[in-house]
Structures are given as structure tokens and as C-alpha cells.
Nanobody, 115 residues
């Protein structure tokens, strides 16, 4: 059974940091490209950051220089280091695992940036 479990979201003040994680099981993690998406209320889900099976990374322009995606192939987990958080970053953050035609989603973790 495939599971992707996000954790590490929460409430933070503007300018603060969070580091959500996504622990996976039931997949050959090393072979999967991994993604972080987010969805704010009333908006479409958007891609935030990508890390390939080979470790190459990319991020959306809106978070470049503030967010960093990483992976641990021993713990089968990805992370999203989020710094200098802004109210506009408030959303549910989802992880996604993808290999060719296979795709799996986690349940999401809420990130709220507010004073």
C-alpha cells in the first residue's frame, strides 16, 4: 500500500520559517521524481518545487531564493525548507510522487502565515 504522509505545517508569523516533510512508503522511492504543490483557498493547485530521482531541483519563481526542496533516499522522505514566509504562502501543501504514468498524492499539511 502506497502512503505519502506530510507533516510539519503550522502557524507562523511573517518572516518566519517552517520545514514540512513528506514520508513515503510502498514505492521504490529512489526511482520517483518528487514534487511539492500548494493550494490556497479559492485558487488552483500550483507547483512549488521539484526534485528529480537524480537530485536535480527547481522551484517556482514566487518562492525562488526562499524555499528549498531536498530528499533523503535512506528515509524515503522529502522536505521543503521554507524561509522568509509571507501571508501569500498560506495554503495546504501537498507532496506528489511520480514515475512515468504512476502518480501518488499525500493528504496535505496546512501552512498559515499570519501575525
Amino acid at each position: 500500500q502506497v502512503q505519502l504522509v506530510e507533516s510539519g505545517g503550522g502557524l507562523v508569523q511573517p518572516g518566519g520559517s517552517l520545514r514540512p516533510s513528506c514520508a513515503t512508503s510502498g514505492i521504490n522511492f529512489r526511482l520517483y521524481n518528487m514534487y511539492w504543490y500548494r493550494q490556497a483557498p479559492g485558487k488552483q493547485r500550483e507547483l512549488v518545487a521539484t526534485i528529480t530521482s537524480g537530485g536535480f531541483t527547481n522551484s517556482a519563481d514566487s518562492v525562488k531564493g526562499r524555499f528549498t526542496i531536498s530528499r533523503d533516499n535512506v528515509k524515503n522522505t522529502i522536505y521543503l525548507q521554507m524561509n522568509s514566509l509571507q501571508p501569500g504562502d498560506t495554503a495546504v501543501y501537498y507532496c506528489n510522487a511520480r514515475q512515468v504514468t504512476l502518480t501518488y498524492w499525500g493528504q496535505g499539511t496546512q501552512v498559515t502565515v499570519s501575525s
